[in-house]
């Protein structure tokens, strides 16, 4: 799921349902969803793909997820509002699932890590520009390596945020991690959310703080907390509603 700035609408796609799974795109613009199913080629149905909308070029971008019965995409599509393509670049991340993907201003899109087809968790970092994929080389990633932690990009300090993850499926992290288009940098606060994956988390312009909701503590407890961070320390926030 991600947010169209242009048309100020949600753009939602994929996943699966309790009957059956899920192909078509939603789009919710504050009142109502809409349903809107393309004609021409478009993404064969898939879960824990990678998902993030470039406003430079108005198009949501897709790449990869898993199938089921163990098989694991690395494809990409573009949707520019009316159609889907398919991206053919000569270089392209290896497949996997749950990949965390974000929009990062001048840096472009940016895509870290995943769990890939041979059961490893992998440390990588990807750009992609409409044409190609490139991968970022950095001297030290987040560690361990994991996956279900989402990325936001703080415009206000140009930096993508990372809290958190699992690296082996049960243990959850609860570390903050900064990129600032060439280093990561873990990030020492004094208050400390409790560790968790598959979390949410976006950056508020309007007020220079990224907002993280929920994730799963463990196998059996799911949070409802939110969290703000605002570049310093994370702050909880008990919101009436």
């Not at 504050?30 to 108005?58: E, H, I, K, L, T």
């Amino acid at each position: 799921m991600v947010y169209n700035q242009i048309t100020e609408e949600v753009v939602m796609f994929g996943g699966i349902q309790l009957d059956h799974r899920a192909q078509p795109l939603y789009f919710y613009n504050g009142v109502d969803w809409r349903v809107q199913s393309p004609a021409g080629d478009w993404p064969s149905w898939r879960s824990n793909f990678g998902m993030a909308y470039d406003a430079a070029r108005d198009v949501v971008v897709v790449f990869g997820g898993f199938q089921g019965s163990g098989d694991y995409l690395g494809d990409t599509w573009e949707w520019d509002g009316t159609q889907w393509e398919e991206k053919l670049p000569m270089q392209t991340p290896e497949d996997r699932l749950s990949p965390a993907f974000v929009s990062a201003g001048p840096n472009g899109l940016i895509m870290y890590g995943g769990y890939t087809e041979d059961r490893n968790y992998v440390d990588d970092l990807w750009a992609w520009d409409g044409v190609d994929w490139s991968e970022v080389t950095c001297s030290e990633f987040p560690s361990p390596t994991r996956i279900g932690c989402p990325l936001a990009y703080d415009s206000a300090r140009n930096r993508i945020v990372m809290f958190g993850g699992t690296d082996n499926g049960s243990h959850r992290l609860s570390d903050t991690w900064e990129w600032d288009g060439s280093t990561w940098q873990q990030i020492e606060t004094d208050t400390i959310p409790d560790g968790k994956y598959g979390h949410v988390m976006v950056f508020d312009e309007n007020r220079s703080r990224c907002v993280l909701f929920g994730g799963a503590l463990n196998s059996s407890t799911n949070s409802a907390e939110t969290w703000e961070y605002d570049g310093n320390d994370w702050t909880q926030i008990f919101p009436s509603h």
